[in-house]
């Protein structure tokens, strides 16, 4: 492609608002009944293609509720969004947030899978509004809070596996 070519797709592009990056955070419930509806596929599937289009973002599970915060190109997040509606292998989607952002939030990860285990169970009730976790009664402030919490406990866990990984090998 010519310097010429590229600066007409550059601009054919900025017309479209591939230049605006978008969040879009939302909660759903996961659909049982859905034969397809295998987590570990649907991650899989997430991935590969949330990193062909540049979408990053993290996805918490707990084999009821979907919370999903993605980050990507406004055109390529409003088609996504499009294709979540009409997804049979989750229902009840309400969006939380949707707005426009000066820079990712989730930058590392084309999907960050979350879930919250017996041992962080505390941190998912932390952040909600009753004795039950329900994404649903939650504000959005408390739902980023709670992937955001979630997220760095991951971090910290993949931090401390490494450094025993290394240790091993280590020569005292």
């Not at 591939?18 to 049982?32: Q, V």
Request: include cysteine; aromatic fraction near 8%; proline fraction near 2%.
């Amino acid at each position: 492609m010519d310097v010429a070519e590229l600066s007409e797709k550059n601009q054919s592009n900025m017309l479209h608002g591939e230049h605006i990056i978008t969040r879009l955070t939302y909660i759903s419930r996961y659909n049982k009944d859905n034969p397809n509806g295998e987590v570990t596929r649907i991650l899989a599937q997430a991935q590969q293609n949330n990193e062909h289009n540049g979408i990053t973002g993290a996805l918490v599970f707990n084999h009821n509720y979907f919370l999903q915060s993605i980050e990507g190109a406004r055109p390529i997040i409003n088609e996504l969004l499009r294709k979540l509606v009409k997804d049979e292998r989750h229902f009840s989607l309400q969006i939380i947030e949707c707005r426009e952002i000066e820079q990712r939030h989730w930058n590392k990860w084309s999907m960050k899978y979350l879930i919250p285990s017996d041992e962080n169970k505390g941190l998912a009730l932390k952040f909600s509004t009753s004795t039950q976790f329900n994404p649903y009664l939650m504000s959005a402030n408390q739902i980023m809070m709670l992937i955001d919490t979630l997220s760095e406990l991951q971090e910290q866990e993949e931090k401390e596996a490494s450094t025993k990984k290394k240790s091993w090998f280590a020569i005292s």
